[in-house]
Structures are given as C-alpha cells and as structure tokens.
C-alpha cells in the first residue's frame, strides 16, 4: 500500500483531509432524502380560458314525404304453397344435395 491518503477515501478520512459524512452519505440519510424528494408534490395549476367557443349542434328535423306510402299501405304478399308444392321442392333441393356428395366421392 502506497502511503498517499488520498489513495482511497478511507484513508482520506482517516486522516481528516476529507469529511467522511460528506464522502460517502449513509443509507438511512440517503432514503430519508429520496422520499423527502418523492413526497414533494406541487399543486397543479390550472388555466381556464374564455376565449373558447362552445359547440352548439344544428338541430335539423326530418320528415317523410307526404306522398310516401306508410309501412301498412305496403303488404308483401307471399303466395302460400300447397303441402305438395314444398314437399316437391323439398325432395329436389335434398336431390341436388346428395348428388353433389356422391359426386365427391
């Protein structure tokens, strides 16, 4: 070991040419700080303007035309089959089904 105090800051102290609490702060002091830092809150502040302007939606009301035909005016008529008209389309579509399958096959 070199006889320079100033080797490491053990020595240093040692020999009172450095402040050893100033050198190297102790973990109780240097938490103790970090949440003194942590805990400082600023209070916020907040700006209000006047100057905005303020949305007013445009209120438009629709309406049908008198002349359009009201949904009970409009009946869709569905021609009612026979039993044996939708049997018959029935076994044509269940026809065409099976072909295609064994077709594939």
Not at 20 to 34: D, E, F, Y
Request: with cysteine; net charge positive; aromatic share 8%.
């Amino acid at each position: 070991m070199s006889n320079d105090p100033w080797d490491d800051w053990e020595t240093a102290a040692d020999a009172g040419l450095i402040d050893c609490k100033k050198a190297k702060p102790t973990t109780a002091s240097a938490n103790q700080l970090l949440w003194e830092k942590a805990n400082a809150y600023a209070t916020p502040v907040i700006i209000q303007s006047t100057t905005h302007t303020e949305y007013k939606p445009e209120l438009k009301i629709l309406k049908r035309p008198q002349d359009a035909k009201t949904r009970n005016d409009v009946v869709v008529e569905k021609p009612i089959k026979a039993l044996a008209d939708r049997e018959k389309e029935y076994m044509e579509a269940r026809r065409k089904i099976f072909e295609k399958f064994e077709n594939k096959k």
